[in-house]
T-cell receptor
Framework: DGGITQSPKYLFRKEGQNVTLSCEQN?????MYWYRQDPGQGLRLIYY???????QKGDIAEGYSVSREKKESFPLTVTSAQKNPTAFYLC???????????FGDGTRLSIL | RKEVEQDPGPFNVPEGATVAFNCTYS??????FFWYRQDCRKEPKLLMS???SGNEDGRFTAQLNRASQYISLLIRDSKLSDSATYLC?????????????FGTGTKLQVIP
C-alpha cells in the first residue's frame, strides 16, 4: 500500500541534543512538508520541498534543518537551538503544491 | 487579516442536527481549497475538495464563494463519529513558490 511513514512514533530528547525525525513516502509525490502542532493549536509549517535537492523555510524554521536528497525521503532534524521542541510533528506529501496533502501519522517529541 | 480564518468553536450539536462551518481566506487569487478532518491526537485526513460549483459527498457538502472569499462545509444528520476538528486548507496561486495555508480548525462535538 502506498503511504507516508513517519518514525519513530514517540521520541524523547535530552537538553542540548539534536534528533532526527524520519519521513518516507512511496506515493511518488514531488512535494513534501513538515509541520509542527502544539496542543490545541493549528498546524505551523516548518519546511517544505517541492522537488529533490530543493527546500524552503516555512513560518517557524529556526532551530530546525532538513534535507531532500531523495524523492522519497524528507528527514527533519530538531537541533539544540530549538528551545521548545515538545510538540506533535507531522510530515505530508502531495503530487504538487496545488493538490491535497497526505499526512503521516506523526511523531510526538518530548524533552526529558 | 489572517490568510485563512476559522471559528475555533467548539460547536456542540445534538445527533441528527445539521451544522455548517465557514472559512475565510485573504488571497483572492487562491486556486484550490480542501476540507480536512483531524481526530484528537491524530493526523489530518482529507475529507473533500471544494469545487467552484459546489460538491457533495454523502452527508457532506462543500461550497466556495469566491466573491466573498470563503468556503463552507455543511454536515447533515450529524453522527457521534463526526466529532473532530475540521481544518480548511487554501492552496497557493498558480506560478511561483507559495505555500499551502491551513486554518486553525473548527472543533465539532456531536452529543447523544
Amino acid at each position: 500500500d502506498g503511504g507516508i511513514t513517519q518514525s519513530p512514533k514517540y521520541l524523547f530528547r535530552k537538553e542540548g541534543q539534536n534528533v532526527t525525525l524520519s519521513c518516507e513516502q512511496n506515493l511518488n509525490h514531488d512535494a513534501m512538508y513538515w509541520y509542527r502542532q502544539d496542543p490545541g493549536q493549528g498546524l505551523r509549517l516548518i519546511y517544505y520541498s517541492q522537488i529533490v535537492n530543493d527546500f524552503q523555510k516555512g513560518d517557524i524554521a529556526e532551530g530546525y534543518s532538513v534535507s531532500r536528497e531523495k524523492k522519497e525521503s524528507f528527514p527533519l532534524t530538531v537541533t539544540s537551538a530549538q528551545k521548545n521542541p515538545t510538540a506533535f510533528y507531522l510530515c505530508a506529501s502531495s503530487i504538487d503544491p496545488y493538490q491535497p496533502q497526505h499526512f503521516g501519522d506523526g511523531t510526538r517529541l518530548s524533552i526529558l | 487579516r489572517k490568510e485563512v480564518e476559522q471559528d475555533p468553536g467548539p460547536f456542540n450539536v445534538p445527533e441528527g442536527a445539521t451544522v455548517a462551518f465557514n472559512c475565510t481566506y485573504s488571497n483572492s487569487a487562491s486556486q484550490s481549497f480542501f476540507w480536512y478532518r483531524q481526530d484528537c491526537r491524530k493526523e489530518p485526513k482529507l475529507l473533500m475538495s471544494v469545487y467552484s460549483s459546489g460538491n457533495e459527498d454523502g452527508r457532506f457538502t462543500a461550497q466556495l464563494n469566491r466573491a466573498s472569499q470563503y468556503i463552507s462545509l455543511l454536515i447533515r444528520d450529524s453522527k457521534l463519529s463526526d466529532s473532530a476538528t475540521y481544518l480548511c486548507v487554501v492552496n497557493p496561486t498558480s506560478g511561483g513558490y507559495q505555500k499551502v495555508t491551513f486554518g486553525t480548525g473548527t472543533k465539532l462535538q456531536v452529543i447523544p
